[in-house]
């Protein structure tokens, strides 16, 4: 049984005292969400503990942004498992397609970066997808089966989150096709070879798309940028209804 995970990137958006007012109003709208699912925030690491000592005893469970494949050293604006689990964080983001382009992650690093979570007992979420220019092209099953192949390889994949998000989809508010988003991660479970793989979708998700998204056999969850800065939207999104 896959119980779908409904994620929150804050991005580098939210100040301690901002976290604050969000959570004030957050909770309160999520306190009696259904027992099937997960909802999980990634704050700036500024924000960690913050949120960490606000959520406890919550329902909600706390991921970071990225984390590093040592315990510790010289790796300047990098963290550390270590300083994560530290905060009750669970879950790593790792691969997102904006440090994957802004800071040329490869996926070597990326499946580093995954390897190292786990041995720490973190959840790493790996993040993957094709540009609109890999898709015009043809390549984006390519592009993706080549990211998850390398990005996965050597995890134990019953502690880990697969993301499919295309990147022409993020931040555009053009929202993948769910019949689409779907045919792709049911490519990705197949090559990644287990029925048991989490697998989110992430790109322009929205409290008016969610229902829909969440109705798709293969998707497992979300990953939420945009929307989930506002804690009403992000509330109505965590509590999607599937008939
Ligand atoms: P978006 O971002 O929801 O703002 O499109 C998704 C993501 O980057 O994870």
Redesign the pocket.
């Known amino acids: 049984m896959r119980k779908p995970v409904i994620a929150g990137?804050w991005?580098m958006n939210m100040t301690c005292s901002q976290s604050r007012n969000y959570l004030s109003d957050f909770l309160p709208l999520v306190k009696d969400i259904p027992a099937d699912r997960k909802i999980v925030l990634a704050p700036p690491f500024t924000a960690i503990s913050t949120v960490a000592n606000l959520i406890n005893g919550n329902t909600v469970q706390l991921s970071s942004q990225n984390v590093h494949w040592e315990d510790n050293g010289a790796f300047t604006a990098e963290i550390s498992p270590m300083m994560l689990i530290e905060h009750n964080v669970e879950y790593a983001?790792v691969g997102?397609?904006?440090p994957r382009k802004y800071f040329s992650e490869s996926d070597e690093q990326i499946n580093r970066r995954a390897i190292s979570a786990q041995s720490h007992g973190l959840i790493p979420i790996v993040?993957v997808g094709e540009s609109f220019e890999q898709r015009e092209r043809g390549e984006a099953e390519r592009v993706i089966r080549r990211q998850v192949e390398q990005g996965l390889e050597g995890t134990d994949l019953e502690r880990l989150i697969v993301?499919y998000?295309p990147i022409w989809?993020?931040?555009?508010?053009k929202t993948c096709q769910a019949k689409e988003a779907n045919r792709i991660c049911g490519l990705i479970r197949e090559w990644a070879a287990s029925s048991h793989l989490i697998i989110q979708y992430?790109?322009?998700?929205?409290p008016t798309n969610i229902d829909e998204i969440m109705s798709m056999s293969d998707i497992d969850g979300v990953?939420?940028?945009?929307?989930?800065l506002d804690p009403t939207g992000f509330a109505r999104i965590a509590n999607y209804k599937v008939d």
């Open positions: 990137n991005k983001i997102h397609s904006e993040c993301a998000e989809a993020i931040g555009t508010g992430g790109g322009s998700v929205k990953l939420v940028g945009g929307a989930s």
